[in-house]
């Protein structure tokens, strides 16, 4: 009875964080997407800006279609920043283009954990879909090697989200002080930049407390089945 009220206990927390993590951030960044920032410069001359103050010339800015699709591109050398936040002169744009930027310096400066990151992608993506299989074989063949084989596939995939936590919150620390330093928002509105960059983050932080319950609770059902 006590490990099904825990395990029931687990997905409603699960359930939860990921809401509010979720609710957070929505509210963040409409929040700051109708403000309209002072210096009237969309996500894209933040972009611009940002790099070229940084020597990366060789960085483009593209625009994509998505709703917070913005995302930077190590390997192609390219920040892509979704249609909203490339043309919307908002202070949410700006902190979004900026952020983007913040991993192209990190890219630069061959920030150690961003290339370990970028390192163990290949494995990552093994290990999300060879996990999946494994747990569900198991289930089906009853072969508990086979499900711890799964559980530690999720448990390489937590230590990916560990390793995304510094590198998310080191490219919103150099965003706010690029956006401080380069002027290109005020003092008040830097607040409300750094505001939803931690509303952005906390995603992140909230997706680690998400993995670690699951696998708790694979822990506890398959533990409980294999005694």
Not at 6 to 14: D, L, N, P
Not at 22 to 40: F, G, L, P, V, W
Not at 140 to 169: D, H, K, N, R
């Amino acid at each position: 009875m006590n490990y099904f009220i825990i395990e029931y206990g687990i997905i409603i927390i699960t359930l939860v964080i990921t809401l509010g993590a979720q609710a957070y951030i929505n509210s963040s960044y409409q929040n700051t997407k109708k403000m309209k920032n002072k210096k009237n410069v969309t996500g894209q001359e933040v972009a611009r800006a940002i790099l070229d103050q940084n020597h990366l010339e060789n960085v483009k800015v593209e625009e994509v279609r998505g709703i917070l699709s913005d995302h930077y591109d190590p390997s192609k050398k390219v920040i892509r920043l979704s249609s909203e936040v490339y043309h919307s002169p908002s202070i949410a744009s700006a902190s979004v283009a900026a952020h983007e930027c913040g991993h192209a310096i990190q890219d630069k400066k061959d920030y150690v954990f961003l290339r370990f990151r970028n390192a163990i992608i290949p494995i990552v993506n093994f290990a999300s879909i060879a996990g999946y299989f494994a747990i569900v074989i198991g289930i089906f063949a009853s072969s508990f090697g086979m499900i711890w084989f799964g559980i530690a596939m999720e448990v390489i995939i937590l230590a990916f989200q560990l390793i995304t936590l510094p590198v998310e919150f080191n490219a919103s620390n150099r965003a706010l002080q690029q956006l401080e330093e380069l002027h290109l928002l005020e003092r008040d509105e830097l607040e409300s930049s750094k505001q939803m960059l931690t509303a952005a983050a906390m995603t992140y932080v909230a997706s680690v407390a998400t993995a670690i319950l699951q696998i708790l609770r694979l822990i506890l059902l398959f533990g409980q089945r294999e005694d």
